[in-house]
T-cell receptor, first 113, second 114 residues
């Protein structure tokens, strides 16, 4: 158990809809990262937050957004969903006590139909 | 920008034989290197890392990796493979400064045959 918790584990939704994925980082970790894993694109970095502030942006679409709240949990919002957004979305966290290691949650499986 | 290459999509070994999963990287400055493993329908599990120090690092489940700066490689190894090692393995690099998110390779599927 990495200590990173993601909900929901599985989600099926229709095209055009909006979903929110939730992540609780490891206790004490200030950084949260979101990654997308798809068959054709591999593991893609989406966005990083540090203590509530956006720290770095990767290949995140404009239809996607994220935020980190004062209690350090994070949410990834995906809107106007397309079939191609079907993927496994990972949240990860790191902090001063992780020795430069980034720990991943189990992921949220999103299927867009 | 940093990048990672895993030249083999799949590696097959017999149980009990040594295994190697290859990784090369490109990054400015001294790299932070990682190996993660993904079992079917599971998340990414941290195996081991190289930050500094001894070029041979040991990790979970009997895995080790050798950092070679001149060849910019960080190959994952295990002296004796188990069927239960069959999984998808990812190499990743994290720069020491700047945008510090991990950049992953494309993954190598390890199949250990009984």
């Amino acid at each position: 158990d990495s200590g990173v918790t993601q909900t929901p584990k599985h989600l099926i939704t229709a095209t055009g809809q909006r979903v929110t994925l939730r992540c609780s980082p490891r206790s004490g970790d200030l950084s949260v990262y979101w990654y997308q894993q798809s068959l054709d694109q591999g593991l893609q970095f989406l966005i990083q937050y540090y203590n509530g502030e956006e720290r770095a942006k990767g290949n995140i679409l404009e239809r996607f957004s994220a935020q980190q709240f004062p209690d350090l949990h994070s949410e990834l919002n995906l809107s106007s969903l397309e079939l191609g957004d079907s993927a496994l979305y990972f949240c990860a966290s790191s902090g001063e006590n992780s020795g430069n290691t980034i720990y991943f949650g189990e992921g949220s499986w999103l299927t867009v139909v | 920008a940093q990048s990672v290459a895993q030249p083999e999509d799949q590696v097959k070994v017999a149980e009990g034989n040594p295994l190697t999963v290859k990784c090369t990287y490109s990054v400015s400055g001294n790299p932070y290197l990682f190996w993660y493993v993904q079992y079917p329908n599971r998340g990414l599990q941290f195996l081991l890392k190289y930050i500094t120090g001894d070029n041979l690092v040991k990790g979970s489940y009997g895995f080790e990796a050798e950092f070679n700066k001149s060849q910019t490689s960080f190959h994952l190894k295990k002296p004796s493979a188990l069927v239960s090692d069959s999984a998808l393995y990812f190499c990743a690099v994290r720069p020491p400064t700047g945008r510090r998110a991990l950049t992953f390779g494309s993954g190598t599927r390890l199949q250990v045959q009984p």
